[in-house]
């Protein structure tokens, strides 16, 4: 219930006070620091990891409550080697994982994809990219979640795509 009352209380503080209260920020970056940074506080990160072989990297965003730094919403898109880029978003506890995520750039056709796991640190929803989607997410300003709480009420994320095309064309080199 606490969970569900912090995502409730994190979209209206998103949605009421529009980027005064709650921006697009960057989380900490995971085990390895990023190998190139964003400016601003909007745009994509970008991280990559290698063995010596072959380098891996990823491009992430994240919206996080200013009130109490809780994550919002935390949206990468790797780069594996030789294949096709996979969107991964972590969400925090408390949804109605019976009913999809749905997923769009800008007024776009949503994909609705469902939830795979929860654990303590959030539910995850993963999906493949296909190119177009891929163009859509270079191209436009807005990705749009959309998810269903406990009480089966919709609430609607933005996730600005500042930035995305760089992170993506300088993990591409």
């Known amino acids: 219930m ?10 209206a503080v998103l ?16 085990a390895p620091p990023p190998a190139e940074a964003q400016q601003g506080p909007a745009a994509w990160r970008l991280e990559c990891v ?3 072989k072959t380098l891996e990297c990823q491009t992430a965003q994240s919206l996080v409550n200013r009130e109490d730094g809780k994550l919002v919403v935390l949206v990468s898109v790797r780069l594996p080697p030789k294949a096709q880029p996979v ?10 994982v019976a009913e999809p995520v749905q997923i ?17 640190t959030g539910c995850f929803v993963g999906m493949p990219l296909n ?18 709480d406990s009480a089966k009420r919709q609430i ?7 930035g995305f095309a760089i992170a993506l064309d300088k993990a591409l080199k």
Do not use: Y
């Not at 912090?6 to 979209?11: A, K």
């Not at 949605?15 to 995971?30: D, E, F």
């Open 15 to 30: 949605l009421i006070a529009g980027c005064g209260m709650a921006t697009a920020q960057q989380a900490p970056p995971a």
């Open 131 to 148: 190119d177009k989607f891929v163009l859509a997410m270079r191209t436009g300003t807005s990705l749009k979640v959309t998810v269903q």
């Open 50 to 52: 290698g063995d010596g």
């Open 104 to 120: 769009a750039v800008d007024k776009g056709v949503p994909d609705k994809q469902p939830v795979q796991t929860c654990t303590n």
């Open 2 to 11: 606490k969970h569900l009352k912090l995502l409730v209380n994190s979209v």
């Open 87 to 96: 969107m991964m978003l972590q969400l925090p506890l408390g949804l109605n």
């Open 156 to 162: 609607s994320l933005d996730i600005p795509l500042l």
